[in-house]
């Protein structure tokens, strides 16, 4: 007789899991969501959505590592580094000079180097560090220092 329950064990194991599992029609768990909104009235601060595109997003974070240093974290070439520099960095909030500038040509001066584009030789070539698509990240990246810039008066 005993061999026979030890034998069920499993089966009432699994019964009294069955008896716990929380109900699929959301009577089990109490998680708020759009159908079932939240109604102690205490709700958590929403955190603000980034303003940044994923792809522009990691692009910021390879600018803070590798770029800023020369460009400046605001992207108006005044990093501390660039004191160092014959020729200033690029300021990346001139829309006017960014404008033109196609995003092959960037990440091609990104992959590249400035010398390779007839720049400033200072313009560290990347291709060695940097993947094609971290470049277009970064691209993406850059180009949201220029759109920043206020209208113009
Ligand atoms: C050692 C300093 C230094 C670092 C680090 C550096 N740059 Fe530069 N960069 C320069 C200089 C100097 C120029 C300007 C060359 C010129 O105008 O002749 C420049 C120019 C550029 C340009 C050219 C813009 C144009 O007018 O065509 C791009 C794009 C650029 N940098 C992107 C980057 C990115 C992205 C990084 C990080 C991965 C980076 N740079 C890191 C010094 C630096």
Redesign the pocket.
């Given at each position: 007789m005993v061999g026979y329950w030890r034998n069920l064990t499993p089966v009432v194991g699994i019964l009294c899991l069955l008896l716990v599992w929380p109900g699929q029609n959301g009577q089990g768990s109490q998680t708020p969501s759009e159908d079932r909104p939240a109604t102690s009235g205490f709700q958590l601060p929403q955190k603000p959505k980034s303003a940044l595109t994923p792809a522009e997003q990691k692009?910021q974070t390879?600018?803070a590592?590798?770029?800023?240093?020369?460009?400046g974290k605001t992207g108006k070439?005044d990093?501390f580094?660039?004191y160092?520099?014959?020729?200033?960095?690029?300021n990346?909030t001139d829309s006017a000079?960014?404008a033109p500038?196609s995003d092959k040509?960037?990440?091609k001066?990104?992959l590249q180097g400035?010398a390779a584009?007839?720049?400033?030789p200072?313009?560290?070539a990347?291709g060695g560090?940097?993947t094609q698509r971290q470049?277009t990240d970064?691209?993406a990246f850059?180009r949201t220092f220029a759109k920043q810039d206020g209208p113009k008066k």
């Open positions: 692009g390879l600018y590592y590798y770029c800023a240093l020369c460009h070439g990093g580094n660039s160092n520099l014959t020729n200033p960095p690029r990346f000079k960014m500038l040509q960037i990440e001066t990104i400035g584009q007839g720049l400033s200072q313009m560290p990347w560090v940097l470049a970064l691209t850059i």
